[in-house]
């Protein structure tokens, strides 16, 4: 019953993608443009670091912007998942359990969180999709 009250409209569903793509899209540009702050963040354990920099910022531009225009979403959700899960995985855990520094430790914890809610958000992406249907509020 109060789920038909609740707002909805397509100004809605524009910003909720414009605010969930924001980060990928300025992410995904720094890729490009900031390549020696993602050379530090990357483990030395990780081969061919300039390869990975540059395709994870192409990855989440591509992904973000099919989200964004919704053009394929599910798919450019997918995508993110591909970025976020490697990326989560090993270089915020990484940087989290081995971090000498506490307060280091406690922001790469911080990005290790952020990153399985953006997966859990890009897996609602995938199996709904992004497009708008109008509610029939009629009984």
Known sequence: MLE?????HISLNILGRFLF???FL????????NVPYYQQL???IVPYPLFWIF?????????ALMILFNKQARLGAWLLIIFLLPVTVV???YE?????????RALQQAHFLKGFALMGAALLITQTGVT?????NTP
């Open 42 to 44: 990357m483990p030395d």
């Open 96 to 104: 989290m359990l081995n971090a000498q520094n506490e307060a280091i």
């Open 132 to 136: 708008y249907q109008a509610k029939n």
């Open 26 to 33: 300025l992410s995904g540009v720094t890729h490009f443009t």
């Open 4 to 8: 038909n009250v609740l707002p909805q």
């Open 91 to 93: 270089v915020h855990g």
């Open 21 to 23: 793509v924001s980060l």
């Open 55 to 63: 395709l994870s910022g192409l990855v989440e531009l591509v992904g």
